[in-house]
């Protein structure tokens, strides 16, 4: 079974998180950032290419064999649709058509949720943005795993079982834990993510929607481009809660490997995070950083140290 892992709980600490104060210390010093704020409107260019490229996929593989498929969709298809759940990320923070234009966010985060083959996209803003608002909350950042999930997943082995099934706990953890009344956009997105998933049946047969579905839950679990999911916030050195990724993976997941400046400016895209880290380097090249994603999976899986519990945990503060 491996290593047990040594953390019996979370590491509480009794701080309001790093971001706020950080983010302010920054532009004092550097008011030039601001510059950097606002949407970007290639975000909305590369998900409909990328929308486009699943379905010419989904065609070209409708009469693989059953390893072939799962191969493509492993390789290929999962990546894209990681890429795609990440444009998502980024349409919550209403970085394509901006902050004024709250509609078209939300029409394009639906289109870029198609090919994901689950319904997820306006779920996924709700609780995200209480992550970033409240982070660590022990009540509301549904990002940090369950007490259950800690005490469960305690050694090597079942930590690699964990990962495997990290798309199941993202989905079903806020559902359970933190439940809200579905919204009116949550139905819209569930018909139509629906309809688009009989359509591929019925146009291009099962092994087409297979691909898309099986890319989506591959590429969530024990995959390269899944290792932001543990780079971004478990504890890999102590104290620190939040770490960015500088490696080339960030190239085709909108740069969401820069968390640390993705928290402390959630308003500036992907696209331009980069440039916070070369404006203001001081802030940011000391800080615990990791290479690599894979390499993230792997200690993480061989590591005693760390595991579920390796979360900064803040008691809930009632408003």
Known sequence: MGASVTRT?????????????????????????KQLMGH???????????????????YAVRSWSWPAVLACAYCFGGVINHSLTLAIHEIAHNLAFGHTRPLANRLLGLLANL??????????KKYHLEHHKYQGDSALDMDIPSSLEGR???????KLVWLMLQPFFYALRPLLLHPKSPSVWEGVNWLLQVAFDAGIVYALGGKALAYLIC?????MGVHPVAGHFISEHYMFTQGAETY???????????NVGYHNEHHDFPNIPGFRLP????MAPEFYDHLPCHSSWTKVLWQFVVNPSVGPYSRVKRVHKED
Not at 48 to 56: E, K, N, R, W, Y
Request: glycine share 4%.
């Open 275 to 278: 440039q916070v880290r070369r």
């Open 40 to 58: 970007d409107s290639r975000l909305a260019i590369a998900v409909v290419l990328m929308v486009l490229t699943q379905l010419c996929a989904a």
């Open 9 to 33: 709980d979370f590491e509480w600490v009794y701080t309001e998180e790093p971001h706020a104060t950080r983010r302010k210390q920054i532009l004092a010093k550097h008011p030039e950032i």
């Open 215 to 219: 890319g989506s839950l591959l590429a």
């Open 152 to 158: 469960l997943f305690c050694c090597s082995a079942l």
């Open 115 to 124: 090919p994901i083959g689950v319904p997820s996209a306006v779920t996924f």
């Open 244 to 254: 960015s990724y500088y490696g080339p993976l960030n190239w085709i997941t909108f």
